[in-house]
């Protein structure tokens, strides 16, 4: 339940400075490897990429790496302020632009879209993820394809669940308490962090909300929106889920 004596920060806004210290354990590389799997597998042409909610950047450098020219778009200006630091002693040109995932415009249209770590999942009405598998559709090539990941209700509800890490990354100590609503759906998570600049000592906090949707329901969405083919696979493999899969990922052709 949400303490009403603490100030929340907006999610990605404050936690974008150290975001990439928190999260110097996922195994992006592995991700893009799997991407290219698919890439391959469905035999999708065409070198133009859009990493939607492309937070710090790392992935979308990664697919600039494999040759592909790419686009970024994020919500949050300072989650982009960090992707730019990122890319510019890089030698690859990304272009990057904050933008919501709900409705967004590109001057070209892609041939490749993805939106992953479970970005997808921040949108908690059913409208809006709605709304973003339109604007994707939109934005691809024919033939194109969006590639993302979603948490599944066992993620939000057994590995989430009610909860409370304490965790240190890169010197920095946080707490991370999480609970998850049985009824809407949605997983909540308040994260606490702690800086120190200057010799002063800093207080953070920001609030994560997801919710889980179903496979089923992702698939009828997305067919809604005009995507002619939709696969579904447990994360990082190509065979379905369980009810045990925390992770889903889900391949749209359009």
């Not at 510019?88 to 993805?114: C, P």
């Not at 770590?117 to 939109?138: G, I, K, M």
């Not at 066992?154 to 590995?159: H, I, M």
Request: one cysteine or more.
């Amino acid at each position: 339940m949400i303490n009403a004596e603490i100030s929340y920060s907006q999610a990605f806004s404050e936690f974008a400075e150290v975001y990439d210290r928190f999260m110097h354990y996922i195994d992006y590389p592995g991700w893009v490897r799997y991407i290219l799997e698919i890439i391959e597998l469905f035999e999708i042409r065409g070198r133009r990429l859009l990493d939607i909610a492309c937070g710090t950047g790392t992935c979308a450098l990664l697919f600039a790496r494999e040759g592909f020219e790419v686009t970024g778009i994020d919500i949050s200006q300072q989650m982009l302020e960090q992707a730019r630091k990122k890319i510019q002693n890089s030698g690859y040109r990304i272009s990057l632009f904050q933008q919501d995932m709900r409705e967004f415009k590109i001057d070209k249209r892609v041939d490749i879209a993805t939106c992953l770590y479970d970005s997808l999942n921040y949108l908690l009405q059913t409208e809006d993820l709605q709304r973003t598998f339109v604007s994707v559709h939109r934005a691809l090539e024919e033939n194109g394809a969006f590639i993302f990941d979603m948490n599944t209700e066992y993620a939000l509800k057994v590995v989430w669940g009610t909860n409370v890490w304490h965790r240190k990354e890169g010197g920095i100590a946080s707490v991370w308490k999480s609970e998850f609503d049985l009824k809407t759906g949605i997983g909540t998570l308040y994260l606490t962090w702690r800086t120190e600049e200057n010799g002063m000592r800093k207080k953070h906090h920001e609030l994560h909300q997801e919710r889980a949707y179903s496979a089923q329901e992702i698939r009828r969405l997305l067919e809604k929106a005009g995507f002619r083919r939709v696969e579904i696979y447990a994360h990082l493999t190509f065979q379905p889920p369980v009810e045990v899969t925390p992770r889903i990922m889900v391949v749209a052709v359009k």
